[in-house]
T-cell receptor, first 113, second 112 residues
Framework: GNSVTQMEGPVTLSEEAFLTINCTYTATGYPSLFWYVQYPGEGLQLLLK?????DKGSNKGFEATYRKETTSFHLEKGSVQVSDSAVYFC????????????FGKGTTLSVSS | DGGITQSPKYLFRKEGQNVTLSCEQNLNHDAMYWYRQDPGQGLRLIYYSQIVNDFQKGDIAEGYSVSREKKESFPLTVTSAQKNPTAFYLC???????????FGPGTRLLVL
């Protein structure tokens, strides 16, 4: 079946450190991949997405590259800020618009100054 | 402003009581979804609807019911059959032919 596996958190970093959050997936066909972010007490916001192999999604300094050969979509940021503290979710869609996303369990990031 | 609204922000349920969570969107999206979020478990799909007057069960539909009488509204009822309803409930919507989903701010349900 289709599934998403994220690295377990929490991830604790100092401000300006480099961030990587690992995400791997299992899927039939060619899924689209997403990163969502959830700030405390709020809903999810789309951070970035990629729809085909080798695509790079980017937004607000975050990047992730769709790697079909390793079935991965790792999230990276070169220099984190305290305001990046949140829960990050990797998700996939099996290319059927109008059907649900499949989410990983989420990774909590805590950035200290 | 276009978006998804959920109400109330917090909801308290007594034993044996049915409660209804509201979800409204003015994005003109056809598809709408309900997810449940528990700590450390990510999001799990309860129900989804691709068009008005039609909806499908998700992975954890037992103890929940929905209706889709209007395109912009997709209320979720947590029935007394749901024995462990304490969770954060998220509503989402998507445009026809698009996979990206947009989320509301969520409703936290607590049992008294």
């Amino acid at each position: 079946g289709n599934s998403v596996t994220q690295m377990e958190g929490p991830v604790t970093l100092s401000e300006e450190a480099f961030l990587t959050i690992n995400c791997t997936y299992t899927a039939t066909g060619y899924p689209s991949l997403f990163w969502y972010v959830q700030y405390p007490g709020e809903g999810l916001q789309l951070l970035l997405k990629a729809t085909k192999a080798d695509d790079k999604g980017s937004n607000k300094g975050f990047e992730a590259t769709y790697r079909k050969e390793t079935t991965s979509f790792h999230l990276e940021k070169g220099s984190v800020q305290v305001s990046d503290s949140a829960v990050y979710f990797c998700a996939l869609s099996v290319n059927q618009a109008g059907t649900a996303l499949i989410f990983g369990k989420g990774t909590t990031l805590s950035v200290s100054s | 402003d276009g978006g998804i609204t959920q109400s109330p922000k917090y909801l308290f349920r007594k034993e044996g009581q049915n409660v209804t969570l509201s979800c409204e969107q003015n994005l003109n999206h056809d598809a709408m979804y309900w997810y449940r979020q528990d700590p450390g478990q990510g999001l799990r799909l309860i129900y989804y609807s691709q068009i008005v007057n039609d909806f499908q069960k998700g992975d954890i539909a037992e103890g929940y019911s929905v209706s889709r009488e209007k395109k912009e509204s997709f209320p979720l009822t947590v029935t007394s059959a749901q024995k462990n309803p304490t969770a954060f409930y998220l509503c989402a919507s998507s445009m026809t032919g698009q996979e990206t989903q947009y989320f509301g701010p969520g409703t936290r349900l607590l049992v008294l």
